[in-house]
């Protein structure tokens, strides 16, 4: 659920403004899936080279796949801040995604519940 989020509101984001994404996606979340299931969901998504998961203090949960960052808990204090720019929001609410793209990938974060998850794309 995790991972569908942060593809579906990434590629939300690459064909609308930001204040005009649509909240009503709301309902097509599930109950939160473990570390194993999350990774498994998110490289089998077209594109994606690899997937990480951390908690909030930024250790690592589960990671698959390549092109990872070396030092992913960097990931962590990313997501936590681009939250602080967005203010209040509901308890499970997800954050904002935060894609960040270098000449040899691109990583889509969010954090929710507690998880941070990070999507990793070759570079185009």
């Known amino acids: 659920a995790i991972l569908a989020q942060v593809v579906a509101q990434e590629t939300v984001l690459q064909r ?5 994404h649509p909240s009503a996606t709301r ?3 599930s109950m939160p899936k473990s570390v194993a299931e999350i990774l498994e969901a998110g490289i089998s998504k077209a594109g994606v080279s690899g997937v990480v998961c951390l908690d ?25 801040k681009a939250a602080k720019l967005e203010g209040e929001r509901e308890a499970h609410a997800p954050g904002p995604v935060i894609t960040v ?3 040899m990938r691109t990583l ?3 954090a929710r519940d507690e998880i941070v998850v990070a999507v990793v794309r070759k570079a185009n």
């Not at 609308?16 to 005009?20: A, G, K, L, W, Y």
């Open 16 to 20: 609308t403004d930001r204040s005009q």
């Open 101 to 103: 793209e270098t000449s």
């Open 27 to 29: 309902s097509a979340r």
């Open 108 to 110: 889509s974060v969010l």
């Open 56 to 80: 909030m203090q930024g250790f690592t949960l589960g990671t698959v796949g390549e092109l990872l960052p070396t030092q992913a808990a960097h990931i962590t204090g990313l997501a936590q």
